[in-house]
């Protein structure tokens, strides 16, 4: 008799029936992405935020060439440019309540000056001159983040933070295509998820990582179809579609806030520059890809249906187009004043309490700029 032929000998019991611990199906993403202008779904939007929208898509674009034209000038040291992304950096700003927090990326700069922190000081990081360039506390915008999808596991963290207060407060993370490959972004969405943090996360879609196009990214569905093995809803949305944007925003923030949970919106829209100004795109697309994109730009978007509903008239194209140039002067005339800077800002903000070694290379700098200016003291007399 084998030890198994005994009375009482552990026989193996058929596991209980596996049962999916949410419905994946409400989770799933539309097959394709969701659209309002052009459809009859444009017909409910107050005529005010199209306009809103309208002029804020102009200002945005406005912004996006005159900053590159600054890097031209060697007045700005590198620009990514959201030129063809403008409706998801305007619907991602418009989205958000003052008492909510956005979380950018380095290419979100229109975001963030939708929100409304003063154009000159969105590309202070970007030229190099003084840290963030804001109080991320007093607007209530985290740093441009270059390290990419770090910005996730903080907007989780102040999200997760918010619902304990439950103070209401919602977290936008906007993260790009290449980021979603990123451990960073599996850890947050995992968290928010099981938190049900309010948070929302939105993917901008622009087909490349600098030179690496998504197909050699991510061989899922969609990128929003990730939504779904975390836990969250996925949402698709056309990205050049500023209306449609704002919509599912909207509708994302509001269900945070409701205590909803986190949603993933995939905004699909195409980079039309360059990575930076640094990049040479030719290298590795056809300038036919991006002419295919060109009837399909946001700003045209939204003309053609305010146009068609007699929304918009000459009067109010100057109006916007003049804001947006009034903007420009503006950015050119802050730019183009030398920043004063303290070389000894360096080691402030590092860490809250300085190390020793800090210390050390503090006074190392502090007695160079003695003897440099005791130096050039002795050369003026
Ligand atoms: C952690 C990390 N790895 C690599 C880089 C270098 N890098 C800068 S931008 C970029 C591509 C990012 O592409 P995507 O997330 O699609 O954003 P996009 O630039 O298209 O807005 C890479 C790899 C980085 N900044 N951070
Ligand atoms: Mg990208």
């Known amino acids: 008799m084998t030890v198994m032929e005994q009375r009482g000998a552990y026989r193996p019991t058929p596991p209980p029936a596996w049962q999916p611990r949410t419905d994946p199906a409400p989770l799933l993403p539309d097959a394709e992405p969701y659209r309002v202008l052009g459809t009859g779904a444009a017909d409910k939007v107050d005529p005010e935020l199209l306009r809103r929208l309208y002029a804020e898509l102009v200002r945005g674009r406005r912004y996006n060439t005159q900053a590159t034209a600054l890097t031209k000038q060697g ?23 003052e008492r909510d927090w956005l979380f950018p ?38 740093p441009l983040s270059t390290p990419l999808a770090t910005q996730l596991p903080h907007a989780v963290g102040l999200a997760h933070a918010a619902r304990l207060k439950g103070d209401g407060v919602v977290a936008l993370a906007m993260v790009g295509d290449g980021g979603t490959s990123e451990g960073d972004f599996h850890e947050a969405l995992n968290f928010a998820a099981v938190w049900q943090a309010p948070v929302v996360f ?129 950015l050119r005339e802050h730019m183009n004043q030398e920043p004063v800077l303290d070389p000894m800002d360096l080691f402030t903000h590092v860490y809250a309490e300085q190390t020793s070694q ?21 050369e003026a007399r």
């Open 358 to 378: 800090l210390r050390e290379q503090a006074a190392q700098l502090r007695a160079e700029l003695e003897v440099a200016s005791e130096e050039a003291e002795e």
């Open 202 to 330: 939105l993917v901008q879609n622009n087909g490349f990582a600098i030179s690496v196009p998504l197909a050699k990214q991510t061989a899922a569905p969609s990128l929003a179809h990730k939504a779904v093995g975390y836990g969250m809803p996925g949402r698709l949305v056309d990205g050049n579609d500023a209306a449609a944007m704002h919509e599912v925003l909207s509708e994302a923030v509001a269900r945070a806030r409701e205590g909803g949970g986190p949603t993933l919106v995939e905004a699909v829209t195409y980079r039309m520059e360059a990575h930076t100004n640094a990049d040479d795109a030719t290298r590795y697309r056809q300038d036919t890809d991006v002419e295919a994109w060109r009837d399909h730009d946001p700003i045209l978007l939204m003309e053609r249906e305010l146009t068609e509903r007699g929304l918009l008239d000459d009067d109010m194209k100057r109006q916007a187009s003049d804001d947006a140039e009034a903007m420009a002067a503006d």
């Open 75 to 97: 007045r700005l040291a590198v620009y990514p440019s959201s030129t063809g992304q403008e409706a998801c950096e305007i619907a991602a700003a418009l989205a958000l309540e």
């Open 105 to 142: 990326s380095y290419r979100d700069t229109l975001a963030v000056v939708a929100r409304g922190l003063a154009p000159a000081s969105a590309l202070t990081l970007l030229r190099g001159d003084w840290h963030t360039g804001y109080d991320p506390r007093e607007h209530r915008i985290a």
